[in-house]
């Protein structure tokens, strides 16, 4: 499956902005759709997961509380709603697709076979 991440941009701290990710598999209801995030000199991490089956989530410690993962179903689209964002938020951002993913799981990104490309959140302080 590919997946097309948009939405990133500039923003200011304690704003807001909307990543969207569109699978090209219209099936996807085996698939748990995941964010992940990598700042320059940093790992990639976790920040948060949806399984479209049953619409669980998580999400990673840092961004509890502040970002929201959602699906719609009908645009086959996953959003990652980001608001009271920091400076530390700033990251590329990707979309990734695992099938059939257990919960345990779900927020390991070895557990993702498919990534899209990215998109760019920068948030000035």
């Keep these: 499956v590919q997946l097309q991440a948009s939405g990133g941009g500039l923003v200011q701290a304690g704003g807001s902005v909307r990543l969207s990710c569109a699978p090209s598999d219209r099936t996807f209801s085996d698939y748990t759709?995941?964010?992940?995030?990598?700042?320059?000199?940093?790992?990639?991490?976790?920040v948060a997961a949806i399984r479209f089956r049953d619409g669980v989530t998580r999400y990673g410690a840092t961004v509890k509380g502040r970002f929201t993962i959602s699906?719609?179903?009908?645009k086959n689209t996953v959003y990652l709603q980001m608001?009271?964002?920091?400076p530390e938020d700033t990251a590329l951002y990707?979309?990734?697709?695992?099938?059939?993913?257990?919960?345990?799981?779900i927020m390991s990104q070895?557990?993702?076979?498919?990534?899209?490309q990215g998109t760019q959140v920068t948030v000035s302080s």
């Design 33 to 46: 759709m995941g964010w992940f995030r990598q700042a320059p000199g940093k790992e990639r991490e976790f």
């Design 71 to 74: 699906r719609d179903n009908a």
């Design 83 to 86: 608001t009271s964002l920091k």
């Design 94 to 105: 990707y979309c990734a697709a695992g099938r059939r993913l257990i919960l345990s799981s």
């Design 110 to 116: 070895t557990s993702y076979g498919n990534w899209g």
